[in-house]
C-alpha cells in the first residue's frame, strides 16, 4: 500500500468522529505533516473512545509492550489520549479537533514539527475546518462572566461564578494557549501581544496533560493569579459549556481565539456562547475616554456623541482608596453597546475608571447542557442535521 492510500484511509477514518474533516488543499499535507505514515497505519481502526491496551494489542495483533510503548510516545504527541486507573491503563485516538485545535500546541513547542503543522492549520480554519460550528448554537466555549463586573451577584448561578467552578474541581493545570501559539509561530501570521501560558484544564484532562508533558500542574492560587491577570490582560474567560464535570477555562482574545475569530473572519452567527449577562453602561458617570471600546472583544461598543456630557466631572476613589479623583468627560462623548452582539464578558466593566458598566442579567437565561456526555449529543445531533439541510440544498441546485 502506498502512503497516500495509508494516509487517505487514516483520513477516512478519522472522520468518522464527532468532527468533520472536509476536503481542501490543506488536508491532506496537515496530516502528513502531523502523522508518519507508520503512526497513520497503526491509528487506523484505533477507537475514539477508552480501551484497555490488552484490547487493543488483540485489535492490531500486536505484543502489548510494543504497543504500549508506541502508544505512549503518541500520547506524548497529542495524538492519543491516555489514562491510568490504578494498574489499568486505556488508550484512545484523539480526533481531529482535539489534535488540531488542542493536544499538540499545548505544550507551546516550536520544533519542525510544529512550525510545518501550523500555517496548515490556520489555513485549513478559514478553508472549511471550522465552518461545521456555525451549524449549532452551543459553542464549544462559553463566557464565564468577570465576577468583579456583575453588578448583582445574588442570582449567579454555580456554572457561571468562577469560585465555585473551581471549588468543583481538584486537580489544576495550564498549558500553553494553542490559538496563539499556532498563530505565534505561524511566519505569515502575525505575533499576538498578549501572554501565552494561559490555557487551564483539570482533573481527569489535566492528568493526562501533565502526565504526558503537555502542561503543569499549578495550585489553585496560582489558576486565581492566571485569572486575574488575563482579565486585567483584556482576555475573555471561556469555560466548557456545560454544567458538571467542566475540564477547561480559556482566556481568550480577539486576535487568534478560533471561537471569536470565527465571527470576525468567517462570519459565523455566533462565536463563543455568550453569558446571561449584558454590559449596560451609565452615560451619567461615563467620562468618554474609549477604553471599554478598545477592550471590547466583540466589537460590541462605541462612543456616542453626548454634549451635555461635556466637561463633566466624575469623582471616583483613588487606587490608594483612601483619596478621591476628579475625571473629567474631555470630549462629550459616552459608551454605547450593541447587546445583539456583546457576550457578557465583562472585560469592558473590569478596567472601567469610573465604574459605569457593569454586567446586568439578561432577561432570558439560557442553561448550558448539564454534562460533556449531553453537550455532545446535542451538539452532533445539530451537525447531522445541518450536514443534512446543506445535502438538500445541494440536491436541489441551491
Known amino acids: 500500500m502506498s502512503e497516500q492510500e495509508i494516509y487517505q484511509r487514516f483520513i477516512d477514518w478519522l472522520k468518522q468522529a464527532w468532527?468533520?474533516?472536509?476536503?481542501?488543499?490543506?488536508?491532506?499535507?496537515?496530516?502528513?505533516?502531523?502523522?508518519?505514515p507508520e503512526e497513520a497505519s497503526l491509528l487506523t481502526g484505533m477507537p475514539f473512545s477508552g480501551r484497555d491496551l490488552e484490547e487493543l494489542a488483540e485489535m492490531k495483533q500486536m505484543d502489548p509492550d510494543d504497543l504500549n510503548r508506541r502508544l505512549d510516545v503518541l500520547?506524548?504527541?497529542?495524538?492519543?489520549?491516555r489514562t491510568v486507573r490504578g494498574e489499568n491503563i486505556r488508550y484512545s485516538l484523539n480526533d481531529s479537533f482535539l489534535v488540531y485545535y488542542r493536544s499538540t500546541f499545548w505544550p507551546g513547542r516550536s520544533d519542525e514539527r510544529s512550525k510545518a503543522m501550523a500555517?496548515?492549520?490556520?489555513?485549513?480554519?478559514?478553508?472549511g475546518f471550522?465552518?461545521?460550528?456555525?451549524?449549532?448554537?452551543?459553542?464549544?466555549?462559553?463566557?464565564?462572566?468577570?465576577?468583579?463586573?456583575?453588578q448583582d451577584t445574588r442570582q449567579i448561578l454555580p456554572y457561571e461564578e468562577v469560585v465555585k467552578v473551581l471549588d468543583s474541581v481538584n486537580y489544576f493545570t495550564v498549558s500553553t494557549c494553542p490559538c496563539r501559539h499556532r498563530k505565534n509561530i505561524d511566519p505569515d501570521s502575525p505575533n499576538c501581544e498578549y501572554p501565552t501560558e494561559t490555557c487551564l484544564h483539570f482533573d481527569r484532562l489535566g492528568h493526562y496533560i501533565v502526565e504526558n508533558g503537555l502542561g503543569r500542574e499549578i495550585t489553585r492560587q496560582e489558576t486565581e493569579e492566571i485569572l486575574r491577570q488575563c482579565a486585567e490582560a483584556g482576555l475573555v474567560h471561556g469555560v466548557s459549556n456545560y454544567q458538571e464535570g467542566v475540564d477547561t477555562i480559556c482566556n481568550c482574545c480577539r486576535c487568534c481565539c478560533i471561537m471569536l475569530e470565527a465571527f470576525h473572519k468567517l462570519k459565523h452567527a455566533e462565536g463563543i456562547t455568550p453569558s446571561n449577562y449584558l454590559a449596560k453602561p451609565n452615560p451619567e458617570i461615563c467620562i468618554g475616554c474609549g477604553l471599554c471600546v478598545r477592550r471590547c472583544p466583540m466589537g460590541a461598543m462605541w462612543l456616542e456623541d453626548s454634549p451635555e456630557a461635556k466637561n463633566r466631572i466624575t469623582v471616583v476613589a483613588a487606587k490608594n482608596k483612601k483619596d478621591k479623583v476628579e475625571l473629567k468627560n474631555k470630549r462629550g462623548k459616552v459608551s454605547v453597546v450593541n447587546p445583539d452582539i456583546c457576550i457578557g464578558c465583562g472585560v469592558c466593566a473590569y478596567k472601567c475608571p469610573t465604574e459605569s458598566l457593569v454586567l446586568e442579567r439578561r432577561e432570558v437565561v439560557e442553561h448550558p447542557p448539564k454534562n460533556g456526555r449531553e453537550y455532545m449529543k446535542l451538539v452532533t445531533a445539530d451537525f447531522a442535521a445541518g450536514r443534512a439541510q446543506s445535502g438538500q440544498r445541494r440536491d436541489q441546485g441551491v
Open 75 to 81: 500520547a506524548k504527541k497529542g495524538l492519543v489520549f
Open 19 to 36: 468532527w468533520d474533516l472536509p476536503e481542501a488543499d490543506e488536508l491532506m499535507p496537515l496530516i502528513m505533516a502531523t502523522y508518519t
Open 130 to 150: 471550522f465552518d461545521q460550528y456555525d451549524l449549532t448554537h452551543l459553542k464549544g466555549l462559553r463566557v464565564l462572566p468577570i465576577q468583579e463586573a456583575i
Open 119 to 127: 500555517p496548515l492549520v490556520n489555513q485549513y480554519f478559514y478553508h
